[in-house]
């Protein structure tokens, strides 16, 4: 890792293996996120936390120790953060796996961890824009939002890496510039309801789990599959399962059963594996559990021509 700059390098020597792409990728959104980027074998990453922006430059060195650099208001806190991320709360060892696909994939990603960010805001603004929407029109929305609302990422970060909007600079998004970034109605008054009491959000975080989940799924719009896809980020849960995913429960089917079902079938198959249920998931996902490449799929809507 080779950055120059004044901030001091933090070290860390993780008692278990770190593979930062798979511990980064499931807070990427697209190929082109403004909030994140690679130069080499060095991540960078721009986020909001508690104390202000932050950005966070980590590597894996070949001995297996993770070297990092922050900037910005909230650099320490993304430090002291960083472990988690990158899965060091996370304990697999008490998973049994109950299907061989299951055991399989385990036994190909022995080093697979859940990390959590700590912070809602961020993950939550993501996955209320990928709500009922195809990937592509979410990471565009994203895009459009973090480039036009968010503000350039602190240090000397790659040109372009830029902190995702803070609430405050949600609320005051004007609404042709919602439409402009192909945001509707119902996703915008999602984000400004959960933005006016971002102050709260931590609570989430506190207090982890079902409870926590249960929690967000009190702001209006907040529903079962939002909730779970910030629950797997803010602070991986390992058994937050994205009920209501319009392809889940088609991969966990035919991986585990060999035929499409919906999700209450889904829930009956994952059932053993509680409370890690998202844990078994993701073993699926990433070991590229097959499906046939046929089916129904979403459209994307042009909302710019509303």
């Not at 070290?11 to 909030?35: E, K, M, Y």
């Not at 009491?197 to 079962?224: N, S």
């Amino acid at each position: 890792m080779t950055v120059t700059t004044t901030a001091p390098v933090w070290q860390w020597r993780p008692d278990f293996v770190v593979d930062l792409a798979a511990a980064l990728r499931p807070l990427r959104r697209g190929r082109g996120d403004p909030s994140q980027r690679q130069v080499g074998p060095v991540h960078w990453r721009a986020s909001t936390t508690p104390d202000g922006a932050a950005s966070v430059a980590v590597a894996v060195r070949a001995d297996g120790s993770v070297r990092a650099q922050a900037w910005g208001p909230g650099a320490d806190w993304a430090l002291h953060q960083l472990p988690a991320l990158l899965g060091a709360d996370d304990d697999p060892r008490d998973f049994t796996s109950h299907h061989d696909r299951v055991a399989a994939a385990r036994h190909r990603l022995p080093h697979l961890r859940l990390g959590a960010t700590g912070v809602v805001w961020d993950v939550l603004l993501a996955a209320v824009l990928e709500q009922k929407v195809t990937c592509a029109e979410a990471f565009r929305s994203w895009r459009e939002l973090v480039w036009r609302f968010g503000t350039a990422a602190p240090g000397p970060a790659p040109e372009g890496l830029r902190v995702p909007p803070t609430p405050e600079a949600v609320l005051a998004v004007p609404d042709w510039e919602w439409h402009r970034a192909g945001v509707d109605l119902q996703r915008r008054r999602t984000l400004l309801a959960a933005a006016s009491v971002a102050h709260r959000l931590p609570h989430a975080v506190e207090l982890g789990g079902r409870a926590g989940r249960d929690w967000l799924r009190l702001l209006p719009g907040v529903g079962e599959w939002t909730a779970a896809e910030v629950a797997q980020r803010a602070w991986g849960d390992p058994d937050a399962v994205s009920f209501g995913d319009f392809h889940l429960a088609t991969i966990v089917g035919w991986a585990l059963a060999g035929q499409p079902v919906d999700d209450d079938r889904m829930a009956q198959l994952l059932a053993p594996y509680a409370p890690q249920r998202h844990r078994a998931v993701c073993y699926l996902l990433a070991s590229g559990a097959p499906r046939p490449r046929f089916g129904p799929r979403l459209s994307p809507r042009n909302f710019r021509s509303c």
